[in-house]
């Protein structure tokens, strides 16, 4: 970029250039001393200061004529990338929103920005397009094949995720008691559809920014921010699960935990906490799931 500038190859005063990258310096040195403890709030200074020197840069280096408009767009592949790799539309439209914002704010004043704006609004409308078509093709990819819930990596990516953020959340460790005794008396298919069916009465007993997660066979995980997890997850348990004509009673061993920004608890201590909390229900006949 420096060599592009000082050549002449993009119209930048070289001193603008010089205090954007000291700019760009002071982020980046923010961001090493303040991620080991910020929350989402740091994401946020990050987002400011990457649009404000993104629409400096544009509005210094000829607004509509600028040859750094490609930046916008590597910008917002990156932050798509990072943010909105699940395929919601609300985050996709977020951001697509500030890339369109961005191009207009830095190309304003320029020559033909009537055309300017048009043709990138365009350009950012088939983008999101395509961004949203690949991003369903990711997500599609993050499910168990079998539950349609996320499956252990990608469950556990968006949970420390979470705790980077430092969103408090609650988590419940369920594990499926005695499974194996319907595999035996009913069959692996039943056995299947059994799984399929409570990971459905999950689904629909969470809301849109809760997790679950198919942790291992007969094992589920779920993430809610909402207080009310042991009661939703005793509606679940409370009736029988209707399969192949068999009406089979499905129970469960609930371990409960909680994660708060202060107790300064790993992903991994967090998920040894929900499991030793597992088995005491399970080996004390306490039944939290059921």
Same mark, same amino acid.
């Given at each position: 970029m420096g060599i592009l500038v000082y050549t002449g190859a993009v119209p930048l005063d070289p001193f603008v250039y010089?205090?954007?990258?000291? @700019?760009?310096? %002071?982020?980046?040195? $923010?961001?090493?001393?303040a991620s080991p403890w910020a929350g989402v709030w740091l994401d946020w200074i990050s987002f400011v200061i990457d649009l404000g020197t993104i629409v400096i840069l544009l509005q210094h280096s000829g607004r509509t004529e600028s040859p750094l408009v490609i930046l916008v767009y590597l910008w917002w592949l990156g932050v798509i990338m990072v943010n909105a790799r699940y395929g919601e539309l609300h985050?996709?439209?977020?951001?697509?929103?500030?890339?369109?914002?961005?191009?207009?704010?830095?190309?304003y004043g320029g020559p033909g920005y009537a055309s300017f704006l048009a043709v990138h609004t365009v350009t950012v409308f088939l983008f999101a397009l395509t961004s949203l078509m690949l991003m369903d093709e990711r997500?599609?990819?993050? @499910?168990?094949? %079998?539950?349609?819930? $996320?499956?252990?990596?990608?469950?556990?990516?968006r949970l420390s995720k979470r705790i980077h953020r430092r969103e408090p959340f609650d988590l419940a460790?369920?594990?499926?008691?005695d499974f194996k005794h319907i595999n035996d008396a009913y069959g692996h298919a039943v056995g299947d559809?059994?799984?399929?069916?409570?990971?459905?009465?999950?689904?629909?007993?969470?809301?849109?920014?809760?997790?679950?997660?198919?942790?291992?066979?007969d094992e589920f995980l779920i993430v809610t921010s909402g207080g009310d997890l042991r009661e939703r997850l005793q509606r679940v348990f409370a009736a029988p699960l209707?399969?192949?004509?068999?009406?089979?009673?499905v129970q469960g061993d609930v371990g409960l935990v909680r994660w708060r920004p202060e107790d300064g608890l790993s992903l991994c201590q967090l998920l040894d906490r929900a499991d030793a909390a597992m088995y005491r229900m399970k080996y004390t006949g306490k039944r939290e799931g059921h």
């Open positions: 010089l205090a954007l990258t000291s @700019l760009a310096l %002071l982020h980046y040195a $923010l961001i090493w001393w985050v996709l439209a977020f951001f697509s929103a500030l890339g369109w914002a961005t191009l207009a704010l830095g190309g997500r599609q990819g993050q @499910l168990d094949p %079998l539950t349609q819930v $996320l499956h252990r990596g990608a469950g556990l990516e460790f369920v594990d499926l008691r559809q059994v799984l399929q069916a409570l990971a459905g009465r999950l689904l629909a007993s969470v809301r849109e920014k809760d997790l679950i997660v198919r942790y291992g066979g209707n399969v192949s004509g068999h009406s089979v009673i």
